[in-house]
């Protein structure tokens, strides 16, 4: 089993050095190896388990209510304006 | 009378309401150990001191002013895993990505803690995001095994571990996603429960994998945990999981608990492993003579899919923990890259510099199996597979009131000692199927390793919800054992 490990990292939005690369080759190969193991098993009509047990959803009313206060909840970004997160730029300029 | 420190939560209580103690003077008696100790053990992370005086003043307070109502747990500190929100305290889950994070709000565990007058003691190291099995995979401490500094407490919530075994609180709690409450009590001599899933909220509990975690306490006694499990447990609304199931008195169901008539399961699948240590088939072994020494039915039980579980969950928790992890992206909160300059990047190299190599690993695996093509192969089988792992539990459970099994296939090892990733995995064999089933289990300290004096603990699995046989037959053990 081969994976592509700068792929998948980049699937991940992980930026990975070439000696993690080539570390994380060997071992997730023989981690994939190892779990691999689950193909012997005939699932053949059963039902997936998603949860350790079985639920119905958990409905509510669609109402408005008081969430988190914004000063509270921007206390923790690394990089803010007064009422906002800042980002680098995503959008490029539009040509005018 | 003992240290204060040594204390557990039932013993504290009952000094607590003859006022023969005040929750100020426990909670300094803690603090004072923790001074003492930690820099040996590294059991906590932070401590805030002032915080914890102030509500063991309040707690106090609360006594003073309606002395004669029943509080099992007011005014007792307890150690918090580092991945559970408490206001206005420092809530890392041991990540450098998450370095300086102040929690904004409480989780629905600490809300019920405190709604119980609990002082919240200061925060306990663990494995980075609660993955591993060591707690050497914290990205900001080493955390050393109390009955012998150079091996690990085991993981994740080693931290927890460490504290309880060290007496360097009253109680903890921990999380448990395959194994991480169960295998570190063994190693530190501590008694851990794992609810069943869904029996405690985790709203405010930093997700791992979400169809696995579950909050439970690490204690001194299985009273203990009966008395933290009262305050945690029941529906939450903001934890769609947790069902309207009934909470039943669980410090109620340890009177008159004994062995007599118990009907134990012993799943053959759990005996026969190689690479077992052989002092702790001797402690499981033993344990095993005592229950039917004193009364205990024992019936030979088979759990067929057990040897696929381990597979079953690297796939199950690695694909989860790679979608709930997404949100560390260096946006709202933690660690930034200073070389972020488009928002790939800003993703990429956050990550890259927040997270240490067992997320990492983790993150590219779940990733992986998650991926265009793979998902049906693995994700979508291993549910599958999960399933049938379930049945196989749920068969048992028609025959026997509890299985009684190993916790870990060793004793507490050293640190350093185990490299390879695969072979660290192994830790949890015992404890990843009860995980993936939901069941609730236990692990309650069983003997010591002859040459080593190495604490060791067995397994006791109960069927889902019911944390009140469980809690019954796990205090029938203990009076067992004495």
Known sequence: MKIDVAYVAELARLELTDEEKA?????????????????????????????????????????????????????????????????????????? | ???????????????????????????????????????????????????????????????????????????????????????????????????????????????????????????????????GSSTENSGLGVTRNPYDTERVPGGSSGGSAAAVGGNLCIAALGTDTGGSIRQPASFCNCVGLKP??????????????????????????????????????????????????????????????????????LPKEYFDVKGIDPEVKRITEEAVKKCEAAGAELVEVSLPHTEYAMAVYYIVAPAEASANLARFDGVRYGHRSERSDSVFNLYARSRAEGFGPEVKRRIIMGTYVLSSGYYDAYYGRAQKVRTLIRRDFDEAFRKVDALLTPVAPTPAFRL????????????????????????????VPAGFTADTKLPVGVQFIGGCYREATLLRICRAFELVRS
């Open chain 2, 196 to 265: 069943s899933y869904g029996r405690v909220s985790r709203y405010g509990v930093t997700a791992f994998a979400s169809s696995l975690d579950q909050v439970g306490p690490m204690t001194k006694s299985v009273k203990d945990a009966a008395i933290l499990l009262q305050a945690l447990a029941g529906k939450d609304p903001m934890d769609g999981t947790t069902p309207d199931e009934c909470v039943p008195d669980y410090v109620a169901a340890l009177e008159g608990a004994s062995m007599k008539g118990v009907k134990l399961g």
């Open chain 2, 416 to 443: 350093g000692e185990v490299q390879d990733p695969l072979t660290m995995y192994l830790n949890d064999l015992f404890t990843i199927p009860s995980a993936l089933s939901g069941n609730c289990a236990a692990s």
């Open chain 2, 1 to 131: 009378m003992s240290e204060l420190y040594e204390l557990g939560v039932a013993e504290a209580g009952e000094l607590l309401a003859k006022k023969e103690i005040s929750s100020v003077e426990l909670t300094k008696a803690v603090i004072d150990r923790y001074h003492a100790k930690n820099p040996e053990i590294g059991a906590y992370l932070t401590f805030d001191e002032e915080g914890a005086l102030a509500d063991a003043k309040a707690a106090d307070e609360v006594r003073a002013a309606c002395p004669e109502s029943d509080y099992a747990l007011l005014g007792v500190p307890v150690a918090i895993k580092d991945l559970i929100n408490v206001k206005g305290q420092p809530c890392t889950c041991a990540s450098k990505i998450l370095r300086g994070y102040v929690s904004p709000y409480d989780a629905t565990v600490i809300k019920n803690l405190k709604s119980h007058g609990v002082v919240c003691a200061g925060r306990v190291n663990m494995d980075e995001f609660a993955m």
């Open chain 1, 23 to 96: 570390l994380f080759q060997g071992q997730l190969e023989s981690i994939v190896g190892y779990v691999d193991k689950i193909s012997e098993v005939d699932v053949e009509g059963v039902e997936p388990t998603m949860h350790g047990r079985r639920l119905v959803n958990a409905f509510r009313e669609d109402e408005v209510r008081p969430s988190m206060d914004r000063e509270l909840a921007l206390a923790n970004a690394p990089a803010r304006t007064e009422t906002d997160f800042k980002l680098p730029k995503i959008v490029e300029d539009a040509e005018s």
